[in-house]
């Protein structure tokens, strides 16, 4: 079990972390949180800079802790991070694993600046001691990271005092393993605000991932897993190797591996993929699109919302940019797939290809897209007009035509994702002609989810002449070499290797449902959030609201009362309707 020792900063005091330290003490107990107190600073006034003494009353606290024999993590606040790197130099504390909370990189003239205005009102400091903390800070910040030392970096969005940037410079520090968290909205005074809970829910969950022993048997599955899955895995991996587990154990990774059925139950581990709608606007109006019941003002995700989803969920390879919105609409789409790029992950855009023209592709391409999926029902106009208003078809296929060929060349994956239902099912041979033609690498069917859409689902309306267009549709998909998959791969690894039991076939697959859960595996692995910040239990329940991770703990709302609830029912005899109505379950 962790122990944590709690270091405040130069000019602050114990209260300062006394809601973070509260927080670990209900969750481990009182006896594994020790809250250092500097020497001097009991009386409220900033005493002289003692760099000896401070680091001295940090090796008591680690004295005193370690007597437990638990893993230490040194969690320093402000200058408190910089004492805590500089006790871990004279090696007279060797924690587990070192927390840095809004803690200067350097001190330079405007710093000094900044940190005057942070210390109106309060006790004046002499001229001598902000040279020494001044001198102490810049010395820390030059030098090397200390060997092994698992690092989490945390970061105020609105830090007046230590601006991300700088914050952000620990990055280039070279500590061996590094994650960063930055609290969009949170000041200086990091210990006294909304967010404590979600800090501290993160912290815990960095704690286990990052002490979590390895073993030879899991690393031999992981290589094999990011093998049958490709280069960017295997670069995530090399990035992100704490990551490993979390995907090899995740139910798609044990499917893929083929070692034991996924473990399914009320609780759910880490999420490896997060579907994240970046924009609520559209430029389509289709029939069956969730919009119809869930239209919500025009919005885009802001780009620090999207890096702290990101941050959140370090294991959370997978990225799917998709939701009730068309996501080629977010003016700063390329911004935000390269944030998750130059995180390693494989990051897939669903869009309906009406303004992904061959610029706009190759940007994207340059940013670090993994995967294209394109929404396409229709060929013909005259359909599409049903289908999908305002789909120009000519334009949409013309963009298609000239992207593939680039994302062939840059090893991306692509796709055609068709809802199939009564408004276009005869028509589906014309379509599979053409998309046979269109360079991308499979063809996904899908009959229509949600429980309004029924009545002109496939399921429910497929006649003759429905099954014979399937058929024929299938056939020509066939004979180009072009795959047909069915729905219950979308989230499926090793998709390239194990295709064949994902094809549409025999054709009926495409209406059929099931009683009970025997695809689905949503709800114990990705993470559908919207253009806010809400989480709801899937994609396919965009009603389905549990939490916003904007004002509460992740785990308090992927392991809540509410998913916990959720997954318990799909399990059941008796699953949610809106799961008995989806093609995906």
Same mark, same amino acid.
């Given at each position: ?82 004492? %805590? +790197? /500089?006790?871990? =130099? !004279? ?6 694993? *070192?927390? $840095?909370?809004? #803690?200067? &990189? ?60 700088? %914050? +952000? /410079?620990?990055? =280039? !520090? ?6 960063? *968290?930055? $609290?969009?909205? #949170?000041? &200086? ?62 139910? /798609? ?10 473990? *399914? ?321």
């Amino acid at each position: 079990m962790p122990a944590f020792v709690l270091v405040h900063g130069y000019t602050g005091s114990p209260r300062d972390l006394a809601p973070l330290a509260d927080w670990l003490a209900a969750r481990f107990g009182r006896q594994a949180v020790w809250s250092v107190c500097l020497p001097g600073h009991a009386m409220g006034a900033p005493p002289p800079f003692d760099e000896a003494a401070f680091i001295q009353s940090i090796a008591a606290a680690a004295e005193a802790m370690a007597r437990r024999e638990d893993r230490i993590v040194l969690v320093g606040h402000s200058t408190g991070g910089t004492l %805590a +790197l /500089a006790a871990i =130099r !004279q090696n007279v504390i060797r924690p587990a694993l *070192l927390v $840095l909370l809004a #803690a200067p &990189h350097h001190v330079d003239g405007a710093a000094l600046n900044r940190w005057e205005l942070h210390r109106q009102g309060t006790s004046p400091v002499a001229l001598g001691d902000v040279a020494r903390m001044v001198r102490h800070i810049n010395r820390i910040g030059s030098l090397p990271a200390p060997r092994a030392l698992p690092v989490l970096l945390v970061q105020a969005g609105a830090d007046a005092l230590v601006p991300t940037q700088e %914050a +952000l /410079a620990w990055t =280039r !520090q070279g500590f061996e393993a590094l994650r960063a *968290l930055t $609290l969009p909205g #949170a000041g &200086h005074d990091i210990g006294h605000t909304p967010f404590v809970p979600a800090l501290a829910d993160w912290i815990v969950r960095q704690t286990e991932d990052l002490l979590h022993p390895t073993n030879a048997a899991a690393e031999a599955a992981a290589e094999h897993l990011a093998h049958l899955e490709g280069p960017r895995l295997q670069h995530y991996f090399r990035i992100n190797p704490h990551a490993r587990r979390h995907l090899v154990g995740s139910p /798609a990774g044990r499917q893929a591996l083929e070692t034991t059925a996924p473990a *399914l139950g009320a609780m759910a581990p880490e999420p490896i993929q997060l579907n994240v709608e970046v924009t609520t606007r559209c430029n389509l109006n289709c029939p069956h699109c969730a919009r119809r019941r869930h239209d919500r003002p025009a919005a885009d995700m802001d780009g620090a919302l999207f890096s702290y989803l990101l941050d959140l969920l370090p294991n959370a390879w997978r990225v799917v940019l998709a939701g009730l919105g068309e996501p080629t609409l977010h003016p700063r789409l390329p911004e935000l797939v390269a944030a998750a790029a130059e995180r390693g992950r494989r990051v897939n855009l669903a869009t309906n290809g009406t303004r992904l023209s061959a610029e706009r592709c190759q940007r994207l391409i340059e940013a670090g897209l993994g995967a294209i999926t394109f929404s396409l029902d229709a060929a013909d106009p005259s359909v599409a007009a049903v289908a999908r208003p305002g789909a120009a078809v000519d334009r949409i296929l013309e963009n298609i035509r000239r992207c593939t060929p680039m994302a062939a060349a840059a090893g991306l994956a692509t796709a055609v994702f068709t809802a199939v239902s009564m408004r276009n099912v005869t028509h589906l041979p014309q379509l599979a002609a053409t998309v046979a033609g269109l360079g991308v690498q499979a063809w996904m069917l899908t009959d229509l989810n949600f429980d309004w859409n029924q009545l002109h689902s496939v399921h429910h309306t497929l006649d003759a002449a429905g099954r014979s267009a399937i058929r024929q549709a299938l056939r020509t998909a066939f004979a180009r070499q072009l795959p047909v998959l069915g729905v219950q791969g979308l989230e499926a690894f090793a998709l390239a290797q194990h295709y064949r039991a994902h094809l549409l076939f025999p054709p009926e697959r495409l209406g059929a449902r099931s009683a009970i859960c025997a695809h689905c595996l949503s709800p114990w692995q990705t993470l559908a959030v919207d253009v806010a910040g809400k989480v709801s239990v899937c994609d396919c329940t965009p009603d389905q609201v549990v939490g916003n991770l904007r004002d509460m703990p992740f785990g308090a709302i992927w392991n809540g009362p509410q998913m916990r609830a959720w997954r318990q029912q799909m399990l059941s005899a008796t699953p949610p309707e809106a799961c008995r109505a989806c093609p995906r379950f």
